[in-house]
């Protein structure tokens, strides 16, 4: 008898597992970007961050207030609010408290929140907080039912969704974070200039990004410094809500004695930490890379001053400063990428007028809540009231109904046609207000609140009406933020573009005379001056001289390999001293099984003749070899089993009178005109001589027809081959056998 299958437990379910996978990652994608990293459009902020500063307002720790630890405003947060890690909220609240993070700070710390060095700050133990004046503006009307709360998430109490936010914080305090394929970015702003773009907006709805732009300038960094992007850029950032402005630390010269002087950063662009920013300036120098400025000092107290101090007093200090912003983060760039929540959660990118616009709606609704919400109280307090008007009118009555019946309430309400909220508030009169001028009052406040009442339902019904009460909200809001005050000035200036300043650092290099040595092995190193006795140079046992040139400490060396790649290399940046130095292939990219079939120092104007063991080859430029990265630059592409040898500089494009000699190891030797090898910036080029099975080139060389065709024998003497137009032929052909004495290296020498 077959058994039969039992069916699955309740709690399993049977489903593919791409599918499973996709639906859990799904929701933990759309968990990140709604829950953790991406701002809400209306208050500017994330859960993390509206949840402490509620929980900071249940614990009453008002601007005027004492202070708590922040260990406790923590615990308060993670156990009725944010069930996530303690460290994580207190980064988050310790970034609304740093002044050098956001425009604007929420919450004001007493002790070591951090510095704009990067130093961390101090575990929440030792410091304590409070909300600030701006902080309580987002919270102001969240008891009066503006906004709408959720269930916390273990379903004991309730949260708000947003908060009222009587400015824009999005904008104000910007906002950075990243989700599960997106990100959002974006820098602060100065409040006043929103509020009035927000105030043209709330009496134009349809203006235009470049009209914003009059009153909205651009970013307003915590650090000031100097925004340089272009207007047109800007623009188009704000229109689409996506580009990036270009940033630069604030400087002046101070005049010293005797003609000298030195530059003093004092604002530097945000975000970055001057203590990693002063020993990358440092380190840039040790390195000879910074070649116009001879120190760095950090002079900082409360403001931050960083000294440069030039080599020279004779080089322009915008020269100096120009070197020094394309080595470091005195200048880089900020991004902006307003990839938001709107109203309904959904995650997509705003420009400038959509926040605005977004934000504007919110107050609208902030404002309709709010009247709905003091209109019903305002009709609860006229029930009441009325209530004990009627009190008053039959006050003798009342009594006795008070004093001698079973149920007082009931016969109140049933004698003068009472509802249960009045009946429940006679009932519940004090002695004292039965004075007569307890009833003038009654009367005077029931007045004042009629006509209270009439104002506010005729703002529910006129647009106009509710524009002017957001409008002068807005204002009054403005004037906690004048831009004539310490708080409130912008902070980051605005400037045009500078004009490019073509120089090239390496001119101002310290140069002096080095010798480049490398080894048979490959190993490479520098000594100090032109070494002329090379015969003295010390190698390793069993390695032997390969290339040794003359140079200067601030040109470049070009490195040929037989992978047919050129390698460049910064000469300041080999190795020098008394040892060996270090294998190349340490510096740039070269394979263990390849070696190097020329070096030579870089200059301009140059062409090369290489070729390979195959026997192709062709003409470069000299300016396309040059390499920008370590991995080198393909220039001779190689056939298999052949390898790149010969790479011969030649001081000019050829011309008529260019003549092309090939040698062979079949001991043949070719002559051609230069102008039949094409010039290439990439390729195999062309066949220069024919070989039979198993033939490979030796080498090959450009010369001058006037000059005659020049070797080295193997004692370095130059010999001269008058009659070398007997070996003259077309390109590709065998050609004749070499011509007596010529090296049995089948070479035509290093200097060829």
Not at 455 to 469: F, G, I, N, R, Y
Not at 473 to 492: A, H, V
Not at 726 to 731: A, L, T, Y
Request: proline share 5%.
């Amino acid at each position: 008898m077959a058994k039969t299958q039992n069916p699955p437990p309740e709690d399993i379910f049977l489903e593919p597992l791409s599918e499973a996978l996709s639906q859990r990652y799904l929701a933990y994608a759309l968990s990140t970007i709604t829950a953790r990293a991406l701002p809400d459009v209306r208050d500017g902020l994330k859960p993390v961050h509206r949840r402490i500063l509620y929980a900071m307002r249940q614990m009453r720790l008002t601007p005027g207030g004492s202070f708590k630890k922040s260990a406790k405003v923590v615990g308060e947060v993670m156990g009725n609010f944010h069930p996530h890690g303690d460290q994580a909220i207190y980064d988050a609240m310790v970034r609304l408290v740093q002044e050098f993070s956001v425009r604007v700070p929420l919450i004001d710390g007493q002790g070591n929140f951090g510095n704009v060095d990067g130093d961390n700050a101090a575990a929440m133990r030792y410091t304590e907080s409070r909300l600030t004046e701006a902080a309580k503006l987002l919270l102001d009307g969240i008891n009066e039912d503006t906004v709408d709360f959720r269930d916390t998430y273990d379903g004991e109490g309730k949260e708000p969704v947003v908060l009222p936010a009587a400015f824009p914080n999005l904008l104000a305090n910007g906002s950075s974070g990243i989700a599960v394929g997106m990100a959002t970015s974006i820098p602060p702003h100065n409040v006043a200039e929103l509020i009035d773009a927000c105030l043209h907006l709330n009496k134009t709805p349809n203006a235009q990004t470049a009209t914003l732009m009059k009153y909205v300038k651009g970013p307003d960094l915590p650090t000031g410094a100097i925004c340089i992007e272009p207007q047109e850029n800007i623009e188009e950032a704000y229109a689409t809500g996506r580009g990036s402005f270009r940033i630069r630390a604030k400087w002046e010269v101070e005049k010293l004695p005797r003609g000298r002087y030195q530059i003093v950063i004092t604002e530097i662009p945000y975000q970055v930490q001057k203590s990693k920013l002063v020993e990358r300036i440092a380190d840039l120098i040790n390195n000879k890379k910074l070649t116009l400025v001879s120190d760095v000092r950090d002079e900082s107290a409360e403001d931050i001053r960083l000294v440069l101090e030039p080599k020279s007093g004779n080089v322009e200090a915008t020269l100096v400063m120009e070197s020094v912003f394309k080595l470091t983060d005195l200048e880089n760039r900020i991004s902006l990428n307003m990839n938001v929540l709107d109203a309904n959660g959904v995650p997509r990118v705003m420009g400038l007028r959509e926040v605005l616009n977004a934000f504007l709606a919110h107050r609208l609704d902030v404002l309709l809540r709010r009247t709905a919400w003091r209109l019903g109280k305002i009709a609860h307090r006229l029930e009441v009231l009325d209530g004990y008007l009627i009190a008053y009118l039959n006050l003798d009555e009342v009594i006795r109904i008070i004093r001698y019946e079973d149920e007082p309430k009931a016969e109140l309400i049933k004698t003068f046609k009472l509802s249960e909220v009045q009946a429940e508030a006679i009932l519940n009169m004090r002695l004292r207000s039965l004075r007569k001028l307890e009833e003038m009052e009654i009367k005077t406040e029931h007045k004042a609140l009629k006509k209270e009442q009439k104002e506010l339902k005729a703002l529910q019904k006129s647009e106009p009406a509710q524009k002017k009460v957001i409008a002068d909200q807005l204002r009054d809001i403005r004037k906690l933020f004048d831009p004539k005050s310490t708080e409130g000035r912008r902070r980051t200036k605005m400037e045009d573009a500078p004009d490019e300043i073509e120089f090239n650092p390496d001119d101002f290099a310290e140069k002096e005379p080095v010798t480049v040595i490398i080894s048979d092995k490959g190993w490479v190193r520098t000594i100090k001056g032109h070494v002329e006795k090379t015969a003295d140079i010390k190698y390793k046992d069993g390695d032997r001289e390969s290339f040794v040139l003359h140079a200067q400490s601030n040109q470049k060396l070009s490195v040929f390999a037989t992978n047919g790649k050129f390698y460049t290399l910064e000469i300041k940046d080999l190795p020098g001293g008394r040892g060996h130095g270090e294998p190349i292939r340490l510096l740039v990219d070269i394979g263990n099984d390849e070696g190097l079939a020329n070096v030579f120092i870089q200059g301009e104007g140059r062409h090369f003749l290489v070729a390979a063991s195959s026997g192709h080859g062709f003409i470069v430029k000299e300016e396309d070899t040059i390499a920008t990265t370590r991995k080198g630059k393909q220039v001779l592409n190689v056939t298999a089993g052949a390898e790149a040898c010969v790479c011969r500089p030649m001081s000019s494009a050829p011309d008529k009178k260019t003549r092309i000699a090939v040698v062979g190891n079949n001991r043949k030797l070719l002559i051609f005109p230069g102008e039949d090898l094409p010039i290439m910036s990439r390729g195999k080029g062309v066949q220069l001589q024919k070989y039979s099975k198993g033939g490979q080139l030796r080498d090959a060389m450009a010369f001058v027809m006037s000059d005659g065709l020049v070797w080295r024998d193997r004692a370095g003497r130059q010999q001269t081959e008058p009659s070398w137009k007997s070996w003259q032929g077309k390109r590709a052909q065998a050609g004749k056998i070499v011509p007596k004495g010529f090296p049995k290296s089948l070479s035509f020498g290093k200097d060829g």
